[in-house]
Nanobody
């Protein structure tokens, strides 16, 4: 199983970025794929979740009105569209895949527990600054 995150970069406040998570080596419908982020000096936090079985989603409160996650099964890619970016969104963003969360669904209260994710991408840096 491999996940490859890309699409990070430098963007001004109010701008947009789309992150991509290319996946391989697993059957999508059994997994949930989530985006996490980690800012300097802070703990890793869940940002968004999408299940393979029905495409249901979940977002962190801080991002639910600005970020959208989606998946393209043909390309085996999960996306995170980030709009109205703020300086506090600056972080390394990681995509991760989990069977337990895929089975339970993103609506599970445990869907943003990093320890439940078996596979992780390498991270892509998003910097929001003027």
């Amino acid at each position: 199983v491999q996940l490859q995150a890309s699409g990070g970069g430098l963007v001004q406040p109010g701008g947009s970025l789309r992150l991509s998570c290319d996946t391989s080596g697993f059957t999508p419908e059994y997994y949930a794929v989530s985006w996490f982020r980690q800012a300097p000096g802070k703990e890793r936090e869940g940002v968004s979740c999408i299940t393979g079985k029905d495409g249901s989603t979940k977002y962190a409160v801080s991002t639910e009105t600005r970020f959208t996650t989606s998946r393209d099964d043909a390309k085996k890619t999960v996306y995170l569209q980030m709009n109205s970016l703020k300086p506090e969104d600056t972080a390394v963003y990681y995509c991760a895949a989990s069977i337990p969360v895929g089975v339970a669904g993103c609506s599970s209260p445990n869907s943003f527990i990093a320890a439940l994710y078996e596979y992780w991408g390498q991270g892509t840096l998003v910097t929001v600054s003027s």
